[in-house]
């Protein structure tokens, strides 16, 4: 057993960490928010010249070849320092389910464009019953000619107002579960029929409703096997919760960073208000999440980047997770008073996206219902 | 036997009831889902000047200061419904609080003659919009280590310094505020109170954005300005004492549990109406039990601010029970926020804008709200030292 | 509004503290958990002097014509001295029943003979599906002759080893609901075919199992009328709920004045442990706890001692006063340090009871499901 990140992990994690903080410091982010876009395309272009886009692609394909905790690593340092952008429903929405479904052609056709930054993905899973399982995809796939038509309409789609290319899952045929009978799609993002709008969120992270028309996708785009697409999904959604878990730990430990910081600094009373005891017990509490929460994330992750069952451990994560992020900015709030209620200040950020976070991929609730199932209740 | 006169009761009078149908027919009517929406779009205080008017010419607005000066002589339980009936509707009261609730009670007790004719009038009829410049941005809890100079000049005082988290500040048309006058005085005995001309030359004001990018309070920047010597409140150095006037209206704190039962009330129509899994949300029981534990805090919020009206009405002084009201209600806001978020799942998030977003936003926006509601009037920290100290002698060191 | 206690209820609450600090000390009760017995005939006597025990029954049967919420004010004292014994059993829960439902000559019969302290009584509601209510019931009782004859097992009934009556719920017919059918029969502990086992509880009071083999009960033992039993158990429950809600409340008063006090006292790194801000804060979130815990209850007890619909208030009232003495004896037992953990410390006393009146009369939950139907939903 080994518990250590090697040096090379310590390297990507350094490398990270510098050129975030230098590339896209707290002032970009704000800008990115309120920007229709919402990323930088000269950023975009950086990160794909270090191969953060293809960290996990083959090279074959022009990746870097490296493995899922590395990929854990980056996102740990991206949670931290706050990316606005699509990176990750490219590398990990769209990337990854292409890596493990795709044909050589499809590999071929997409994953060097994203590994160079030159196509945006995502993943159209989500509709307005707002769940993340199979029986929530209402949405329709009628073969006709060479071609399905797919029509429907998805919701909380990450990104998709920029997205090149969207992996759209849809219903192809009523089975006797509703796992059963799930196609995968590869959809040009320009295609006629599709509209797309962003909605507002507590993160302005540019989730969208995106409505479909009659909208036409050649046979040749099916992702994966025909009516068999679910268990693709399934896995995306077990490596998504991680990358999300990594970048919530990441964005707790900004947190937690800024705000001990913040009452050593600030002075009432004649002392640090860091000095004061019920604060100190605060700031502890908020180390003990985050640490905790951190372990268990790298558990998960490890088995989940080694291809092991990991149901169980993701879904502690997530729960776990979920909560300590939203109890680490809180008080990190609280601890900073007036000051931390602002628009400016720096915490606002961590805390709408630990409220936002809270619900990707599965909210507390839906985890307990995981970890019941999978302990046999 | 004999005839006790007190007894307990939970009840209000047939006065008390017939005058709470009376305000909550008004609020029903004024405070319709357009005003509030409305209000969400639009600047509190600008959008709601007719309405606090309104109040005035009901003669609500100032119903707990004594009729002498133009108040409407209310008891205790008439001012704790006439609150709690605001809160249940969302009705605003950023424009008049200053006025009605902090300044206007300090100038009863303490004013000149001079100073309450001038002042008091306009706050009773709704018309002039006051901010508090108390805050400094090195004087938050520890307020009384207040750094803005006041120094005597002829006629007048000249104050420099700034203030910050000033509610309304930048369009408030008086400020009543705290500086220093005595700089070698121990640090609560060298302060004055004064009442400053928003429109005197040298003062700056500056908005900041909330988390909610709304323009609540903000900085407030002093570079010599002359206030007159008849401007101060009270005595020179007394300031400090004279702040802490409170005057014999209810501080039950009522407005929060209020406040929460009618953001209860529209969660729980939500869960009605709205179906996840086959099934309505309230018919799932964890969304069964998160709604009820809510109800149940609510309701223990509400009467532990009751208790406070209740004291009062009886001529007793809280000593530490109006802290734990403001404690419950503040954290009970948050909790039902987070709590709101959940039950929505990934709705939750959606801002006002969308017709995607449920409820129109109000529980995103209260989450973010709330943040403030346990930091602003004295942090849960505080609150929870006052009750300690004052409430359980517990000793300070 | 007037949310304090009269007059009298204030002097009848300082009778009561004195006579409990002399005649209950903590010593005394913690004896009596052990004892089998379970209480002091020498302190019961007393008690029936005061005229405790027909504290609300009428005048014409020896009791004090006062109301329910002068016996909350008695129950609030009981609780914060741990008082051990069949009071609650004989006054609240058989004492009700019978002022509710029963005959003209049965209440002459037993209220008198309780009033004098004559008299112990007790009721069987629950079995081993630990459930308050109706379907819970499948004790039977069937008609034979003059009698009925009753089988099956109750289980946590209180003082049932030491009761001279046990008014048994059972079920004499399957009615078109589980209300309907079930019936109140007065049975005489010394009945043959009655096996009484008492089990060990948490909190020392005495709860028995008790198996009804053949046990034969005259027609006149009959409480109230045939198959109509339950509204008059509903309306006992509801009574004995807040009772019980009083009772926590002066335990978790008592617990939080011994945690100031011993703050106050106990000194370590020369000081006052009670001076740290983290101790204070517990102190403060303990207050907070009892102070909301009464309020809600005496909302919940002026309500039913006004005859006032409040199913409501009585089921928010233990929702919330079982989580909030649980919280206040946790921290009064972590003020207190390893002290309290001593089986000499009182604090132990009020910790047991918290738990064991937990599910008394309905958990957090239970009560949680009863305001969501109150609520609608």
């Given at each position: 057993m080994n518990l250590d990140f090697t040096e090379e992990q310590e390297m990507l994690r350094t490398t990270a960490r510098d050129f975030l903080a230098k590339e896209c410091p707290k002032a970009l982010v704000r800008e990115l928010e309120e920007d229709e876009k919402g990323y930088s395309p000269e950023l975009w272009r950086k990160m794909a010249e270090l191969g953060w886009m293809g960290l996990v692609l083959p090279e074959e394909y022009d990746g870097m070849g490296m493995e899922f905790m590395d990929l854990i690593i980056l996102f740990e340092e991206i949670g931290r320092n706050i990316l606005p952008g699509p990176f990750f429903s490219t590398v990990v929405l769209g990337g990854l389910p292409i890596l493990a479904a795709g044909t050589k052609e499809q590999k071929e056709e997409f994953l060097p464009k994203a590994a160079s930054g030159e196509i945006i993905l995502t993943l159209a899973l989500t509709e307005p019953s707002a769940r993340y399982d199979a029986a929530g995809v209402a949405t329709t796939a009628v073969a006709q000619d060479d071609s399905f038509v797919l029509n429907g309409t998805k919701l909380f789609v990450d990104n998709a107002h920029i997205a090149d290319y969207m992996i759209c899952v849809a219903r192809t045929k009523e089975g006797a579960s509703p796992e059963e009978g799930i196609t995968l799609f590869l959809v040009d993002a320009k295609s006629p029929g599709i509209k797309c709008e962003v909605v507002p969120t507590i993160a302005l992270d540019k989730l969208c409703e995106v409505v479909l028309e009659n909208v036409i996708v050649p046979k040749k785009n099916v992702l994966g096997e025909l009516d068999r697409g679910w268990p693709i999904v399934a896995r995306t959604l077990e490596q998504a919760t991680v990358a999300k878990c990594a970048e919530m730990i990441g964005g707790a430990q900004a947190a937690l960073d800024m705000t001990v910081n913040y009452v050593k600094e600030r002075v009432q009373y004649g002392r640090p208000i860091g000095?004061?005891?019920?604060?100190?017990?605060?700031?502890?509490?908020?180390?003990?999440?985050?640490?905790?929460?951190?372990?268990?994330?790298?558990?998960?992750?490890?088995?989940?980047?080694?291809?092991?069952?990991?149901?169980?451990?993701?879904?502690?994560?997530?729960?776990?997770?979920?909560?300590?992020?939203?109890?680490?900015?809180?008080?990190?709030?609280?601890?900073?008073?007036?000051?931390?209620?602002?628009?400016?200040?720096?915490?606002?950020?961590?805390?709408?996206?630990?409220?936002?976070?809270?619900?990707?991929?599965?909210?507390?609730?839906?985890?307990?219902?995981?970890?019941?199932?999978?302990?046999?209740? | 036997m004999e005839m006790n006169l007190f007894r307990m009761d939970f009840s209000f009078s047939p006065e008390e009831k017939n005058f709470r149908v009376q305000v909550r027919t008004f609020l029903d009517g004024e405070v319709s889902d357009e005003f509030l929406s409305n209000l969400e779009e639009q600047d509190e205080v600008d959008f709601s000047r007719e309405f606090t008017k309104e109040l005035a010419r009901k003669g609500w607005l100032a119903m707990a200061w004594p009729k002498e000066y133009g108040g409407g002589g209310a008891t205790m339980m008439e001012q704790l419904i006439f609150n709690e009936e605001m809160g249940y509707h969302h009705a605003p009261t950023g424009g008049h609080r200053q006025g009605i609730s902090l300044i206007g009670p300090c100038l009863i007790v303490h004013g000149t003659e001079e100073q309450k004719r001038k002042y008091l009038p306009p706050i009773t009829a709704g018309e002039v919009v006051w901010c508090q410049g108390f805050s400094e941005p090195n004087a938050g809890s520890d307020l009384a280590s207040l750094q803005c100079q006041a120094v005597e000049d002829g006629d007048d005082y000249v104050i420099t310094g700034q203030k910050v988290w000033t509610t309304n500040a930048h369009r408030a048309d008086w400020c009543h505020l705290l500086a220093r006058t005595d700089p070698e005085a121990p640090k609560h005995r060298g302060i004055s109170y004064f009442l400053v001309d928003m429109k005197s030359p040298g003062i700056t004001a500056r908005p900041l954005l909330n988390m909610l990018a709304s323009r609540d309070f903000g900085e407030t920047f002093f570079d010599e300005v002359r206030v007159p010597k008849e401007n101060m409140l009270g005595e020179k150095n007394r300031g400090w004492y004279v702040s802490q006037t409170t005057l014999n209206f209810e501080r039950s704190g009522i407005a929060w549990p209020a406040s929460a039962k009618r953001d209860l009330e529209l969660l729980i129509e939500y869960a009605k109406e709205t179906k996840r899994n086959g099934q309505s949300l309230a018919q799932d029981p964890i969304v069964r039990h998160k709604l009820t534990e809510m109800a149940v805090e609510i309701e223990v919020a509400r009467m532990i601010s009751y208790r406070v009206a209740w004291m009062q009405s009886k001529g007793q002084i809280p000593v530490y029970e109006a802290s734990m009201s403001e404690l419950f209600g503040s954290e009970l806001l948050k909790r039902l926020g987070d709590v709101g978020m959940q039950i929505l799942g990934l709705y939750g998030p959606l801002e006002h804008g969308s017709r995607w977003a449920p409820l129109r936003g109000r529980v995103v926006r209260d989450c973010q709200f709330s943040l403030g509601l346990t930091i602003a009037r004295g942090t849960s920290e505080i609150q929870k030292n006052i009750i300690a100290w004052r409430g359980l002698e517990l000793p300070r060191v | 509004m007037d949310l304090g206690f009269s007059e009298e209820q204030e002097m009848l609450r300082t009778t009561a503290r004195d006579f409990l600090t002399n005649e209950c000390p903590a010593d005394l009760v913690k004896q009596l958990a052990e004892d089998e017995k379970g209480y002091s005939p020498e302190m019961w006597k007393k008690m029936a002097e005061l005229g405790w025990m027909g504290l609300t029954f009428p005048e014409e049967y020896d009791g004090m014509g006062m109301t329910f919420?002068?016996?909350?004010?008695?129950?609030?004292?009981?609780?914060?001295?741990?008082?051990?014994?069949?009071?609650?059993?004989?006054?609240?829960?058989?004492?009700?029943?019978?002022?509710?439902?029963?005959?003209?000559?049965?209440?002459?019969e037993l209220l008198t003979k309780i009033a004098n302290g004559d008299l112990i009584v007790t009721l069987a509601i629950t079995e081993p599906s630990a459930r308050y209510e109706p379907d819970a019931i499948t004790v039977k009782a069937s008609p034979d002759k003059d009698d009925y004859v009753i089988n099956g097992t109750k289980l946590f009934v209180p003082d049932a080893n030491i009761a001279d009556y046990i008014i048994c719920v059972a079920r004499t017919t399957d009615g078109a609901s589980p209300e309907e059918g079930l019936t109140l029969f007065l049975v005489d502990a010394k009945s043959p075919g009655i096996t009484t086992t008492l089990?060990?509880?948490?909190?020392?009071?005495?709860?028995?199992?008790?198996?009804?083999?053949?046990?034969?009960?005259?027609?006149?033992?009959?409480?109230?009328?045939?198959?109509?039993?339950?509204?008059?158990?509903?309306?006992?429950?509801?009574?004995?709920?807040?009772?019980?809600?009083?009772?926590?409340?002066?335990?978790?008063?008592?617990?939080?004045?011994?945690?100031?006090?011993?703050?106050?006292?106990?000194?370590?790194?020369?000081?006052?442990?009670?001076?740290?801000?983290?101790?204070?804060?517990?102190?403060?979130?303990?207050?907070?706890?009892?102070?909301?815990?009464?309020?809600?209850?005496?909302?919940?007890?002026?309500?039913?001692?006004?005859?006032?619909?409040a199913t409501m208030e009585v089921s928010m009232a233990k929702a919330w006063v079982n989580e909030a003495y649980r919280r206040v004896t946790l921290l009064g037992h972590q003020i207190h340090g390893a002290i309290g953990f001593c089986e000499d410390h009182d604090m132990p006393l009020y910790f047991k009871r918290a738990k064991g009146s937990e599910p008394t009369f309905g958990d957090a939950d239970f009560h949680r499901e009863m305001v969501a139907k109150q609520l609608g939903l």
């Amino acid at each position: 057993m080994n518990l250590d990140f090697t040096e090379e992990q310590e390297m990507l994690r350094t490398t990270a960490r510098d050129f975030l903080a230098k590339e896209c410091p707290k002032a970009l982010v704000r800008e990115l928010e309120e920007d229709e876009k919402g990323y930088s395309p000269e950023l975009w272009r950086k990160m794909a010249e270090l191969g953060w886009m293809g960290l996990v692609l083959p090279e074959e394909y022009d990746g870097m070849g490296m493995e899922f905790m590395d990929l854990i690593i980056l996102f740990e340092e991206i949670g931290r320092n706050i990316l606005p952008g699509p990176f990750f429903s490219t590398v990990v929405l769209g990337g990854l389910p292409i890596l493990a479904a795709g044909t050589k052609e499809q590999k071929e056709e997409f994953l060097p464009k994203a590994a160079s930054g030159e196509i945006i993905l995502t993943l159209a899973l989500t509709e307005p019953s707002a769940r993340y399982d199979a029986a929530g995809v209402a949405t329709t796939a009628v073969a006709q000619d060479d071609s399905f038509v797919l029509n429907g309409t998805k919701l909380f789609v990450d990104n998709a107002h920029i997205a090149d290319y969207m992996i759209c899952v849809a219903r192809t045929k009523e089975g006797a579960s509703p796992e059963e009978g799930i196609t995968l799609f590869l959809v040009d993002a320009k295609s006629p029929g599709i509209k797309c709008e962003v909605v507002p969120t507590i993160a302005l992270d540019k989730l969208c409703e995106v409505v479909l028309e009659n909208v036409i996708v050649p046979k040749k785009n099916v992702l994966g096997e025909l009516d068999r697409g679910w268990p693709i999904v399934a896995r995306t959604l077990e490596q998504a919760t991680v990358a999300k878990c990594a970048e919530m730990i990441g964005g707790a430990q900004a947190a937690l960073d800024m705000t001990v910081n913040y009452v050593k600094e600030r002075v009432q009373y004649g002392r640090p208000i860091g000095s004061f005891q019920v604060i100190q017990h605060y700031c502890a509490d908020m180390w003990i999440n985050v640490d905790t929460g951190r372990s268990i994330l790298y558990e998960a992750a490890w088995k989940a980047g080694e291809g092991l069952p990991a149901a169980t451990e993701v879904a502690v994560a997530k729960g776990w997770i979920n909560e300590a992020y939203k109890f680490v900015t809180e008080r990190g709030v609280q601890c900073h008073g007036a000051i931390g209620t602002t628009r400016d200040h720096d915490i606002g950020l961590y805390y709408r996206r630990a409220k936002a976070a809270e619900l990707a991929f599965g909210d507390t609730d839906s985890q307990r219902e995981v970890i019941a199932q999978q302990i046999g209740l | 036997m004999e005839m006790n006169l007190f007894r307990m009761d939970f009840s209000f009078s047939p006065e008390e009831k017939n005058f709470r149908v009376q305000v909550r027919t008004f609020l029903d009517g004024e405070v319709s889902d357009e005003f509030l929406s409305n209000l969400e779009e639009q600047d509190e205080v600008d959008f709601s000047r007719e309405f606090t008017k309104e109040l005035a010419r009901k003669g609500w607005l100032a119903m707990a200061w004594p009729k002498e000066y133009g108040g409407g002589g209310a008891t205790m339980m008439e001012q704790l419904i006439f609150n709690e009936e605001m809160g249940y509707h969302h009705a605003p009261t950023g424009g008049h609080r200053q006025g009605i609730s902090l300044i206007g009670p300090c100038l009863i007790v303490h004013g000149t003659e001079e100073q309450k004719r001038k002042y008091l009038p306009p706050i009773t009829a709704g018309e002039v919009v006051w901010c508090q410049g108390f805050s400094e941005p090195n004087a938050g809890s520890d307020l009384a280590s207040l750094q803005c100079q006041a120094v005597e000049d002829g006629d007048d005082y000249v104050i420099t310094g700034q203030k910050v988290w000033t509610t309304n500040a930048h369009r408030a048309d008086w400020c009543h505020l705290l500086a220093r006058t005595d700089p070698e005085a121990p640090k609560h005995r060298g302060i004055s109170y004064f009442l400053v001309d928003m429109k005197s030359p040298g003062i700056t004001a500056r908005p900041l954005l909330n988390m909610l990018a709304s323009r609540d309070f903000g900085e407030t920047f002093f570079d010599e300005v002359r206030v007159p010597k008849e401007n101060m409140l009270g005595e020179k150095n007394r300031g400090w004492y004279v702040s802490q006037t409170t005057l014999n209206f209810e501080r039950s704190g009522i407005a929060w549990p209020a406040s929460a039962k009618r953001d209860l009330e529209l969660l729980i129509e939500y869960a009605k109406e709205t179906k996840r899994n086959g099934q309505s949300l309230a018919q799932d029981p964890i969304v069964r039990h998160k709604l009820t534990e809510m109800a149940v805090e609510i309701e223990v919020a509400r009467m532990i601010s009751y208790r406070v009206a209740w004291m009062q009405s009886k001529g007793q002084i809280p000593v530490y029970e109006a802290s734990m009201s403001e404690l419950f209600g503040s954290e009970l806001l948050k909790r039902l926020g987070d709590v709101g978020m959940q039950i929505l799942g990934l709705y939750g998030p959606l801002e006002h804008g969308s017709r995607w977003a449920p409820l129109r936003g109000r529980v995103v926006r209260d989450c973010q709200f709330s943040l403030g509601l346990t930091i602003a009037r004295g942090t849960s920290e505080i609150q929870k030292n006052i009750i300690a100290w004052r409430g359980l002698e517990l000793p300070r060191v | 509004m007037d949310l304090g206690f009269s007059e009298e209820q204030e002097m009848l609450r300082t009778t009561a503290r004195d006579f409990l600090t002399n005649e209950c000390p903590a010593d005394l009760v913690k004896q009596l958990a052990e004892d089998e017995k379970g209480y002091s005939p020498e302190m019961w006597k007393k008690m029936a002097e005061l005229g405790w025990m027909g504290l609300t029954f009428p005048e014409e049967y020896d009791g004090m014509g006062m109301t329910f919420l002068d016996l909350v004010v008695l129950l609030e004292e009981a609780g914060r001295a741990c008082l051990p014994g069949p009071y609650f059993s004989t006054v609240v829960l058989a004492g009700y029943t019978i002022m509710e439902a029963a005959s003209e000559e049965q209440k002459k019969e037993l209220l008198t003979k309780i009033a004098n302290g004559d008299l112990i009584v007790t009721l069987a509601i629950t079995e081993p599906s630990a459930r308050y209510e109706p379907d819970a019931i499948t004790v039977k009782a069937s008609p034979d002759k003059d009698d009925y004859v009753i089988n099956g097992t109750k289980l946590f009934v209180p003082d049932a080893n030491i009761a001279d009556y046990i008014i048994c719920v059972a079920r004499t017919t399957d009615g078109a609901s589980p209300e309907e059918g079930l019936t109140l029969f007065l049975v005489d502990a010394k009945s043959p075919g009655i096996t009484t086992t008492l089990l060990k509880t948490i909190a020392g009071d005495k709860q028995c199992e008790v198996i009804f083999e053949d046990v034969r009960v005259p027609k006149e033992n009959i409480i109230g009328e045939l198959d109509k039993g339950w509204p008059v158990v509903e309306k006992v429950l509801e009574k004995a709920t807040v009772g019980l809600c009083a009772q926590m409340v002066g335990g978790a008063q008592k617990a939080l004045d011994m945690s100031v006090d011993y703050a106050k006292e106990r000194v370590q790194f020369g000081r006052p442990i009670g001076s740290f801000q983290a101790i204070q804060h517990y102190c403060a979130n303990m207050v907070t706890d009892v102070d909301g815990s009464k309020y809600i209850t005496y909302e919940a007890a002026w309500k039913v001692s006004e005859g006032l619909p409040a199913t409501m208030e009585v089921s928010m009232a233990k929702a919330w006063v079982n989580e909030a003495y649980r919280r206040v004896t946790l921290l009064g037992h972590q003020i207190h340090g390893a002290i309290g953990f001593c089986e000499d410390h009182d604090m132990p006393l009020y910790f047991k009871r918290a738990k064991g009146s937990e599910p008394t009369f309905g958990d957090a939950d239970f009560h949680r499901e009863m305001v969501a139907k109150q609520l609608g939903l």
